[in-house]
C-alpha cells in the first residue's frame, strides 16, 4: 500500500518556514463542497491510486492530528464556511463546474464520447446543486488546520 496522505504533509511542512496552514473547502466530509462534485463524478472518472485515500478526509479533524502526529507542535484546527452566492440555479452551478473546476472537466473530458455518461455527469451535478442551493446561496464548510513544525 501507497503512503500517500501521511507523504504529502511530510512535504508541505519541509516546504513551510516554521508555520504551515492549511484551507480547503474541498475537503470537509460535512459540506455540500467541491469534493461533492468530485463524488458525483467519481464513477465516470480512473480510480484514485492505489493506497490513496479520499480527500474529504482532510476535513475529519481526527484523521488530520493523525496524519501530523507528533511532526508538529500546537496543531490548531477550526471550521468555518465560505457562503458562494455565484449560482442562481443548479444549471449554472452544473456548467461552472463542467467548465472551470479541474477535476471536473477532466472527468467531462474522458467521456466526451459516452453521451449516456456525460448526461449521467450533467444530471448528477444539477442534482448534487438542487440539494445544496437555497435561494441562490450555498456554504461550503472548511477544516482550516494550522500547525508548526516539532
Known amino acids: 500500500m501507497v503512503d500517500v496522505p501521511v507523504h504529502v504533509p511530510q512535504q508541505q511542512l519541509r516546504v513551510q518556514v516554521g508555520v504551515a496552514q492549511f484551507a480547503d473547502p474541498a475537503r470537509t ?3 455540500p463542497s467541491a469534493s461533492s462534485t468530485g463524488r458525483s463524478s467519481r464513477p465516470a472518472a480512473a480510480p484514485p491510486p492505489p493506497g490513496a485515500q479520499p480527500p474529504p478526509l482532510w476535513g475529519d ?4 492530528r493523525e496524519l501530523f ?5 500546537a496543531l490548531r484546527l ?5 457562503v458562494v452566492d455565484r449560482f ?3 444549471g449554472q452551478f452544473r456548467d461552472f463546474f463542467a467548465t472551470h473546476y479541474g477535476p471536473t472537466v477532466a472527468v467531462y473530458r474522458a467521456n466526451a464520447g ?16 438542487a440539494r445544496h442551493l437555497a435561494g ?12 508548526c513544525r516539532a
Not at 477550526?78 to 465560505?82: L, T, W
Not at 456525460?118 to 442534482?127: C, H, K, P, S, W
Open 29 to 31: 466530509p460535512q459540506a
Open 61 to 64: 479533524e481526527n484523521h488530520v
Open 69 to 73: 502526529g507528533d511532526r508538529v507542535d
Open 78 to 82: 477550526g471550521r468555518d464556511a465560505v
Open 88 to 90: 442562481a440555479t443548479p
Open 114 to 129: 459516452d453521451p449516456e455518461r456525460t448526461a449521467g455527469l450533467d444530471r448528477a451535478l444539477t442534482d448534487l446543486a
Open 136 to 147: 441562490g446561496v450555498m456554504r461550503w464548510e472548511y477544516l482550516l488546520v494550522t500547525a
